[in-house]
């Protein structure tokens, strides 16, 4: 079995770790211990898959107290960067989004002792270099750098989205609506139901009448700023709009 620590860990410069390292310092500094623990090959004896770590001490990650390994590890789930799980052996860690760091094993060639550097030749004469070695990770990265990519958040843009046909396009969201998610908006949106959604479409697109005053913003970066808001709206329009009237349970309208 070949030894993890002859593993290399490569941090993605972008503005995911740049928001992730200002906004949720703690956070980064438990994922930088994740990272620098996951394995880079499936270990059966200790029951840990490619990917996954032993979190061990959060002391030894920076994190001053148990309250704050426990809000850095919310804030990683909730991004979508890392799961966790219980074990008889402590917390496993699973790094599930290779936008911020990502890990692979050395190629054959190289001594296990050092980091490479520079060129060498193969055995077959070709000259390598460590850009070479580092393609499948280029590449893996590749596919988490797109405008949404590794943002809090950015499962529901399609959801935003649809709620006004202004909003689909550009359908990326800006440096403003992104910090916006990742300050909270994603949290709240994540307590949403299908149906919930659902409902919000239907009062997105309702002209009120005379006299009626709902919260129904036409910036899409006000939707994301207010959603709590903009839901308490949407759910009195429903209670006033679409209750059956035999039914007295303003909640009932969301099942």
Not at 93 to 99: E, G, H
Not at 144 to 159: I, L, R, Y
Not at 210 to 236: C, M
Request: charged share 30%; hydrophobic share 30%; proline share 5%.
């Amino acid at each position: 079995m070949r030894n993890v620590n002859r593993g290399f860990v490569a941090m993605h410069r972008g503005e995911v770790v740049d928001s992730l390292q200002e906004q949720y310092p703690e956070a980064f500094l438990l994922l930088c211990q994740i990272a620098r623990r996951a394995r880079v090959e499936a270990c059966p004896i200790l029951g840990l898959e490619k990917g996954e770590a032993l979190i061990g001490d959060w002391k030894k990650a920076g994190l001053k107290s148990e309250r704050r390994y426990r809000t850095a590890k919310k804030r990683l789930e909730t991004c979508r960067i890392s799961t966790f799980r219980a074990t008889a052996k402590g917390t496993v860690a699973r790094l599930v989004d290779t936008s911020v760091f990502s890990n692979s094993l050395p190629s054959s060639d190289e001594p296990s002792d050092r980091q490479p550097t520079g060129n060498r030749r193969t055995g077959d004469g070709r000259v390598t270099t460590k850009n070479n070695d580092n393609k499948e990770n280029n590449e893996n990265h590749d596919k988490h750098t797109g405008p949404q990519a590794g943002v809090c958040g950015s499962e529901f843009v399609d959801k935003i989205n649809k709620l006004r046909p202004g909003w689909r396009k550009p359908a990326a969201l800006n440096k403003t609506e992104r910090e916006l998610m990742a300050g909270g908006s994603a949290e709240q949106m994540a307590e949403l139901s299908d149906a919930d959604w659902a409902m919000l479409g239907r009062f997105m697109r309702y002209k009120p009448r005379p006299g009626e005053d709902y919260w129904q913003p036409n910036l899409r970066h006000k939707f994301i700023e207010t959603i709590d808001g903009v839901f308490r709206s949407a759910g009195t329009w429903a209670y006033k709009h679409e209750q059956p009237k035999t039914n007295n349970n303003p909640h009932d309208i969301w099942k």
